[in-house]
């Protein structure tokens, strides 16, 4: 199917040299280039954030019962108190 595509003369030149250099005409390498994109884009939706590398030991520790994050607010602030009354006492 013919289709028409606008190239700023440097990419021209660049289609031109490859096609040459790849013993194909202009049509094979833009094919070529297409494909190798289209590629890259599947093969960058396979790729796994660093969450889903990791989901599966997310939530696998017991804490031996205890909640953990019970208060940590006042025994992060009763911990600066400490360090500070601390310093004061030096």
């Known amino acids: 199917m013919p289709l028409s595509v606008r190239l700023d003369p440097g990419t021209e030149r660049l ?19 297409l494909g190798i994109l289209a590629q890259q884009e599947k093969d ?5 954030r660093p969450y889903d590398l990791i989901a599966h030991l997310i939530g696998c520790v017991d804490s ?4 953990l994050s019970e208060k940590t607010g006042e025994k992060f602030a009763k911990l600066l108190r400490e360090k500070a009354d601390a310093r004061r006492s030096r």
Do not use: F, M, Y
Request: glycine share 8%; no cysteine.
């Open 15 to 33: 289609v031109e040299r490859l096609a040459r250099q790849r013993n194909q005409t202009k049509s094979e390498v833009i094919r070529d280039a």
């Open 44 to 48: 960058a939706a396979k790729k796994k």
């Open 64 to 67: 031996g019962g205890t909640n």
